[in-house]
């Protein structure tokens, strides 16, 4: 039941898309939904406007201002064209990357999008068809552009699909910039003030011209090409799930020498209502299944996947019992990183300016491991924008060997600046040869890490409130977080609490208070307790849910213990899911 007050005003919002600036398609849906005695999705679709968030403009397609439609679309688009034209007024054309995935939609919100920087004078280079995310933000900074858009939703489900806003650096949109594009939006008044018409001669396709260079400068990652020729075979499996990475992702990877690619074909099938799966996330068991099921065919070495806009990887593996296994996304990160830092290291490249990037929520043996490499290690927000922003400021001060976080994303690369699967997937394949190479499995590898560095083993937990009613119960989750901070965690005291929001660490054994270095703010707490366990809390900048993420540590003595290890690591953090009232 809604209050009348707010019936009121999405009531007025949406008959202002009854009038004739909008299609006929749209003013029908929006009257059905005035029309319906259940208001529910009258209210969900306009009682607010999209937001940028860490992963930019993201909603359920359909009529209204909380729905992605090419009014939505438009309003973004006019209001960083504008921003755009105050920001690089001296600049005789601004110019800007315009991309997309394979979801419904998302090629006529693309030509949305081009239509309207060019109508406002702004050259647009329009990919010719789906393509990477990364790959978009790459063509961003090998052609000299002020901006981009690239249309996509990542892994969400097939009704979503979004906007990500990139800036001159080829990383997302952050402050100042974020605040002053949503401004100019919100100057809009009314749809007429959106240029839909577009100047062709503005409108320059792009393709090949962009992917062969891209894969080239991919390649040049490579730290061991002598393993992967003589680990050329090396059985890979690899599913693109339906998304972008169908069309370059494997030329990648063979690019890199490894030249037994073997297919998933039901989902090489490039679709926005991704048949063969519930979600497109490769995080998820489900959409993994069918690649799973390949590699047991086949005895595979790795099995690889990419999400649809082929910036996120999915990873699986043999475990100690033969069994193929997803690996979480801290395990992804521990893998890169340790290689990237031990690889670096056995090739005698580490000159002492090397540093790393993970996000706050992601695994603390990464720490552990660049300090005892004497490599500098950097923490920020989760979001890949934040890691840009660190490569960003570091840029002439040191050297990047790679960033990450928990939620699936590594980039090994600076001439990108967003994560990106066709870089980490094929430098996942040369991991898994270097410790073939040494007779060792990408399992026994990670295990050995745990052995040396000390065992961890991570959860994440996102609990689902959708709509203004969800909105408004994990805004109190967090009040209630908070304002009544846990006093200990499975019977280990809370040591220190950071509230990112105030940028405040409180230490609970003295009641010391110091300030935390971050460049914002930011709605995250996190708890540390005396045995080592870390908790997390952030309310989603995309979706609508809340995540926990839940870390605990111990040592590992022996290959032989790492099951019992994983068994008393999952009792444990079932106790403190309990605890917290997310069981």
Same mark, same amino acid.
């Given at each position: ?50 937001? /940028? ?6 909603g ?14 438009? +309003? ?15 600049l005789?054309?601004?110019s ?20 309207? /920087?060019?109508?406002n004078g ?15 933000? @790459? ?10 858009v ?9 009704? @979503? ?12 949109? $952050?402050?100042?910039?974020?605040v002053?594009?949503?401004?100019h ?27 062969a ?8 990652? +490579? ?14 499996? !690899? ?31 490039m679709?926005?209502? /991704? ?14 299944s069918m ?6 065919e ?7 996947? +990419? ?30 990183? @340790? ?30 491991i ?7 290690? /950097?923490?920020c !927000? ?21 960033g ?11 001439f ?20 073939k ?5 990408l399992?026994d590898?990670?295990?050995n ?6 065992? +961890? ?19 109190q ?21 950071k ?7 409180r ?9 935390l ?6 709605? $995250?707490?996190? !708890? ?27 040592t ?10 994983n ?17």
């Open positions: 039941m809604f209050d009348e007050k707010l019936l009121q005003e999405v009531t007025a919002k949406a008959q202002t898309w009854l009038s004739d600036s909008y299609d006929e398609k749209t003013r029908a849906e929006v009257q059905a939904m005035l029309d319906n005695e259940d208001k529910t999705e009258l209210v969900e679709s306009f009682y607010k406007i999209l937001e /940028f968030g860490t992963g930019g403009l993201r359920i397609m359909g009529a209204g201002c909380n729905r992605m439609n090419i009014y939505t679309v438009g +309003s973004a688009t006019q209001g960083l064209a504008n921003y755009l034209k105050e920001a690089f007024k001296d005789e054309q601004i800007v990357v315009v991309g997309h995935d394979v979801r419904n939609n998302s090629r006529l919100f693309a030509e949305t999008v081009a239509n309207i /920087f060019s109508a702004i050259k647009v280079y329009l990919f010719e068809g789906p393509r990477p995310t990364p790959e978009v933000s @790459y063509a961003i900074r090998r052609l000299g552009c002020q901006s981009g690239n249309i996509t939703a990542s892994h969400n489900p097939k009704i @979503y699909n979004g906007y990500k806003a990139y800036w001159d650096d080829g990383a997302q949109v $952050v402050a100042p910039h974020d002053n594009i949503i401004n939006v919100n100057a809009i008044e009314d749809v007429k003030d959106i240029k839909f018409e577009g100047n062709p001669d503005l409108i320059q396709t792009i393709g090949e011209d962009v992917d260079p891209y894969i080239e400068d991919i390649y040049t990652l +490579s730290l061991s090409p002598e393993v992967n020729k003589r680990q050329h075979d090396l059985k890979i499996v !690899y599913t693109p799930i339906h998304g972008v990475g169908r069309y370059i992702v494997p030329r990648s990877i063979e690019r890199w020498g490894f030249d037994n690619v073997i297919h998933v074909p039901e989902q090489d099938v679709s926005g209502d /991704f048949p063969t799966v519930d979600s497109p996330n490769p995080e998820m068991p489900s959409a993994m690649a799973i099921k390949k590699a047991e086949v005895d595979a070495d790795v099995v690889l996947a +990419s999400d649809p806009d082929a910036d996120r990887i999915g990873l699986v593996i043999k475990n100690t019992k033969g069994k193929y296994e997803l690996v979480n996304g801290n395990q992804i990160q521990i893998i890169f990183l @340790y290689y990237l830092m031990e690889r670096n290291r056995e090739l005698g490249l580490l000159k002492g300016d090397e540093y790393i990037v993970k996000t706050i929520v992601t695994s603390e043996t990464i720490a552990r660049a300090k005892k490499q004497n490599i500098k290690l /950097f923490d !927000y989760t979001g890949f924008k934040w890691i840009a922003t660190v490569m960003r400021e570091m840029e002439g001060k040191g050297r990047y060997l790679g990450g976080e928990e939620s699936y994303g590594f980039l090994p690369e600076t990108a600046r967003d994560k990106d699967s066709v870089s980490s997937i094929p430098l996942m394949c040369e991991i898994a040869a270097w410790a190479d040494k007779g060792m499995t399992n590898l990670f295990i890490v745990y052995i040396n560095y000390g065992y +961890s083993k991570e959860r994440g937990i996102s609990v689902v409130r959708p709509g203004k009613s969800g909105a408004d119960e994990i805004a989750m967090m009040v209630n977080f908070r304002e009544n901070p846990q006093q200990a965690i499975d019977g280990s005291p809370v040591t220190i609490v509230d990112f929001l105030k940028l405040e660490q230490n609970m054994l003295t009641g010391e208070v110091t300030k270095d971050m460049p914002v703010t930011s709605n $995250v707490l996190q !708890y540390f307790t005396q045995d080592g366990t870390k908790v997390s809390i952030r309310p989603s900048g995309t979706e609508p849910k809340i995540k926990f993420y839940i870390e605990v540590h111990d590992l003595d022996k290959a032989e213990n790492y099951d019992a290890k068994e008393w690591a999952d009792q444990k953090i079932d106790r403190i899911c309990q605890s917290l009232g997310i069981a």
